[in-house]
């Protein structure tokens, strides 16, 4: 069975910093960017973040970037997101998703709407409040 099983989330006051994780199972991820979403209570899911499958390239929204980061360890089958200076803007619950690409793309990514991606993790809440 294919899956993304994500991990990390939780309650944090604002300024702190929380990491999640994206483990893949029952394939692999080298030739699969992979994308960070968030959905707030009575908002749409938004893409927050991008990796490429090689971890050279990675994109940002424009309300996280400089906060957060994107990166990953194909050996382990795991994408990262370090989400540091968090907001009570920033509660949400986070997915993460996996698009295959190819080894031709291996430095390609983009903010893809969710439709485009291939494989999607059940999601992880992260809530910032004092």
């Known amino acids: 069975q294919y899956q993304l099983v994500e991990s990390g989330g939780g309650l944090v006051q604002p300024g702190e910093s929380l990491r999640l994780s994206c483990v893949a199972s029952?394939?692999?991820?080298?030739?699969?960017?992979i994308g960070w979403f968030r959905q707030a209570p009575g908002k749409d899911r938004e893409g927050i973040s991008c990796?490429?499958?090689?971890?050279?390239?990675?994109l940002y929204e424009n309300s996280v970037k400089g906060r957060f980061t994107s990166s990953r360890d194909n050996a382990k089958n795991t994408a990262y997101l370090q989400m540091d200076s968090l907001k009570s803007e920033d509660t949400a619950v986070y997915y993460c998703a996996a698009v295959v690409l190819g080894p031709t793309a291996e430095d390609k990514c983009g903010l893809y709407r969710w439709d485009e991606y291939d494989y999607y993790g059940q999601g992880t809440q992260v809530t910032v409040s004092s």
């Open positions: 990796i490429s499958s090689s971890g050279r390239k990675s």
């Open positions: 029952g394939f692999s991820l080298d030739y699969y960017a």
